[in-house]
């Protein structure tokens, strides 16, 4: 791999991915349904609403009936929101109707029971009714046939909703691309562990699986190794008969212990370096036929390699939208590295200023979670000045 440019390891990793994230389609059921993404446009299979009804509690009446107003017509029966197929409504008769309930042949119009006076078997009318008000035509929403949901929709309880209304049961959404989460190094230690000198808590496993969920993808394995090479094999064996992409931090810098350029780099990894900081050590490799995608191990070049190479593949592979990536103006002035592109932590300062958040070596954490945006600096700029205009990338 030699030294590659952020562009050129980008192409090479999205080459490599291209295949694999490939639009696949799967069916799931409604109630799993939410936050999917539709992977055809829906057609509706019926009429919306599907037969005629009422829109409100009132009376179904023949409009002619009321030509002299005030009206009292004798009340015919009654029809509540329930099936069946009511019997035609006589001229000079109204019928009592509950809303939804089905609009009896020959009724043009509803008059709402708060504009009604009732008198026994009688119903008066003293206000004159258009043709069709208050009765929902049957297809008036949308007919059978007609787009009910587009293709590329994340679908919310709204989308949800008119899906059952039409009778569907299931729906084809973009299936989910499957990413397994490894990580590497005997000194790491869980979350809530007793640290001994040397020990360090693996923040890597955690931001890495949120990462991933954040693009609409799903961890299907997640595991820690030790600097083992038997044991990474083991990992890697696993993450690949359940994952279509395998992500690993830690393991591939140049001096002893690095478990995962041992194990991979004899199976046609490529391991170098890219122009950037954070983030300078960086692999990729097959294994098992799954790509791996390589990061360093500091917790701040994991989670910016992460955004800069990965997740914008993920999230279009998933059908979410891409970060936010815009110019903003520098609060503060600082300098920068010649020939590496720069990700530097920032915060937004009012509507369009942004300003520098922590320093930019590679293990601050606490400064990158301080942050809510990255930003760029090419790799020909070395001093950016108060004022400066500067791409950024909304984390």
């Known amino acids: 791999m030699g030294h590659r440019s952020v562009a050129e390891h980008a192409e090479h990793i999205a080459a490599m991915l291209e295949p ?8 799931v059921a409604l109630d799993d349904a ?20 009422s829109q409100m509690d009132g009376f179904a009446v ?14 015919a029966g009654e029809i509540a929101a329930r ?11 109204a019928v009592r109707i509950m809303t939804g309930g089905v609009v009896p042949a020959g009724a043009d119009a509803v008059v709402p029971v708060e504009d009604t006076t009732v008198d026994g078997s009688t119903v008066t009318i003293t206000r004159a009714r258009s043709t069709g008000e208050y009765v929902r035509d049957q297809g008036s929403d949308l007919r059978r046939g007609d787009r009910l949901l587009p293709l590329g929709l994340r679908l919310g309880s709204r989308h949800l909703a008119a899906l059952a ?12 691309v499957r990413v397994a989460v490894i990580t590497t190094g005997s000194e790491l230690i869980q979350p809530g562990d007793i640290p001994v000198l040397g020990q360090v808590f693996d923040s890597n496993a955690t931001a890495l699986a949120a990462a991933v969920r954040a693009t609409g993808a799903v ?8 600097d083992d090479h038997e044991a990474m094999l083991r990992a890697l064996t696993e993450a690949a008969a359940t994952a279509d992409v395998i992500i690993t931090s830690g393991g591939i810098s140049m001096g002893d212990y690095e478990v995962v350029r041992e194990t991979l780099e004899p199976r046609g990894a490529e391991v170098g370096h890219v122009a950037m900081q954070p983030g300078g050590p960086q692999a990729t490799a097959t294994f098992d036929g799954v790509p791996v995608i390589c990061f360093p191990g500091n917790p701040v070049s994991t989670q910016i390699s992460f955004e800069v190479f990965v997740a914008p593949l993920l999230r279009e592979a998933s059908g979410v939208a891409a970060a936010v990536r815009r110019r903003r103006t520098m609060t503060v002035g600082t300098a920068s590295i010649a020939g590496k592109r720069q990700f530097l932590r920032g915060a937004a300062v009012g509507g369009d200023g942004v300003t520098l958040v922590a320093g930019p070596s590679s293990h601050l954490v606490a400064g990158l979670a301080a942050s809510d945006l990255l930003i760029v600096v090419p790799e020909d700029v070395i001093e950016i000045a108060v004022d400066d205009s500067v791409e950024t990338w909304e984390l």
């Open 165 to 176: 209304a039409a009778g569907l049961t299931s729906v084809d959404v973009v299936a989910r």
């Open 83 to 93: 099936p069946g197929d009511p019997l035609p409504l006589l001229p000079g008769s």
């Open 62 to 75: 023949l409009t002619t009936d009321l030509a002299t107003l005030p009206a009292t017509l004798p009340i």
């Open 20 to 27: 694999t994230l490939a639009a696949r389609i799967e069916t």
């Open 219 to 226: 961890v299907a394995f997640r595991a820690h190794v030790l």
């Open 34 to 53: 939410f936050g999917r993404v539709t992977a055809a446009e829906v057609l509706s299979p019926v009429d919306l609403p599907l037969f005629r009804n």
